[in-house]
C-alpha cells in the first residue's frame, strides 16, 4: 500500500507559458468574466494551485486532484469580518447570478 500526494504552484510555470498579462493588475482583462458594477475594479491572477492525492490500500484506491486560481482585486479595501469556526460544520460555494453550488463540503474537526 501508498499513499501519494503533491502540491504545486503553476504561477512561474503558467507565467513562462506566456500568461504574464494574467498575473499582472495593470494589464490582466477578466472584464468579460464578471460584472464590475462600476467599481473600476481590476481582477488579476494572484496564484494558481494544483493539488494530488492517490491512495491504495487493501480496500481500494482513492484518487482526488484539484486545481484551484486565486485571484485578486484593485480597489477599496472592504471593512474587516472576523468569524470563529470551534465547532464542525458545512460549507458551500455557489455562483451567485444562478445559485449553482461548485463545491459543498464538511469540517469535522476546525
Known sequence: ???FETFLSLGTPLE???MSAAFDPDQADFGR???RGGSGENLYITAALHKAFVDVNEQGTEAAAATGVVFGALSAPMPGLMIRVDRPFL???RETQTD????MGRVVNP
Not at 449553482?100 to 463545491?103: C, Q
Open 33 to 35: 468574466m464578471y460584472d
Open 91 to 93: 460549507f458551500a460555494i
Open 16 to 18: 513562462a507559458l506566456g
Open 1 to 3: 500500500r501508498f499513499t
Open 100 to 103: 449553482t453550488i461548485l463545491f
